[in-house]
């Protein structure tokens, strides 16, 4: 799969010609603080079109997709360092890999474009989907014009946790506030990360 | 005679498959095989669509599709999903309606939601 190297504004607004209905809304969705991979799942719900009643699958209906912060999504767990993207050069030996972390750096729009891309059923239409997902890793986007309406994500289902991650996480707690004392009045201010928690 | 009619049914096939009569009697076979098995098919897939549709018309007013069906059978509503999903494409109001009865009748079984935990990235 071809890596983009980094974010183009123009790119993002190009290719907009091929498109042909414009009776499809523009929805926008916020990543900022949304789960990755269930975000990407309800925008390959949208971008084919299988919110509406008029669904037909030889056809592509989709919305237009605007994902906005796109460099605020989040994943649970440990994927942060330990999730890895592959990719085969097709020469013999050159299996590629890049992490998680290392992919945010360089291009955080193509995490989401990826988890939708690979949601997507594999047909001739995924390309013109694809074509319909616009990906904007801040808040600016080359769209202001045009008649936009923001997706309400429905509300998330958080399970309980597990015994071991809660004394894990209850650990931590008790740990944080042990620093937060002794670093009240002789360190300076050193700002500590939060711990990571396991939703 | 049978080639005539071969060819008859080659029409639009690829390649020499439309016009070469060993090679286009394979393939004729195999579309008349097709066209068997997909007659059948054909069924399967137009009520796997027509329950795509509904489901897609029940969320946009809050309800899934397997609570919806729940409660029209509990109000003996004997409607289809052809008859469903086409109330759905173009009878908005109707379908509306038959979502409230559905409601009324099975309100659902959803779970408390808790507030979600924000992850810092």
Known sequence: MKMVNAFNMKRAAAGLRRINLDGLRWRVFDAKGQVLGRLASQIATVVQGKDKPTYTPNRDDGDMCIVLNAKDVCVTGRKLTDKVYYWHTGYVGHLKERTFKDQMAKDPTEVIRKAVLRMLPRNKLRDDRDRKLRIFPGSEHPFGDRPLEPYVMPPRRVREMRPRERRAMIREQKKAELQQQNNDGTKKGKKREAPEESA | ?121
Not at chain 2, 100 to 107: C, T
């Open chain 2, 1 to 121: 005679m049978n080639k005539d009619k071969i060819f008859k049914l080659a029409k639009g096939f690829r390649g020499r498959a439309k016009n070469c009569i060993r090679i286009a009697r394979e393939r004729v076979e195999k579309a008349l095989q097709y066209s068997y098995r997909d007659r059948r098919n054909k069924k399967r897939d137009m009520r796997s669509l027509w329950i795509q549709r509904i489901n897609a018309g029940t969320r946009q007013h809050g309800v899934n599709y397997g609570n919806f069906m729940h409660g029209l059978m509990k109000e003996n509503i004997q409607l289809n999903r052809k008859v469903l999903s086409e109330l759905s494409m173009h009878e908005p109001y109707s379908f509306k309606a038959l979502v409230d009865i559905s409601k009324n009748a099975f309100p659902g079984n959803k779970n408390v939601v808790i507030p979600p935990r924000k992850v810092a990235v």
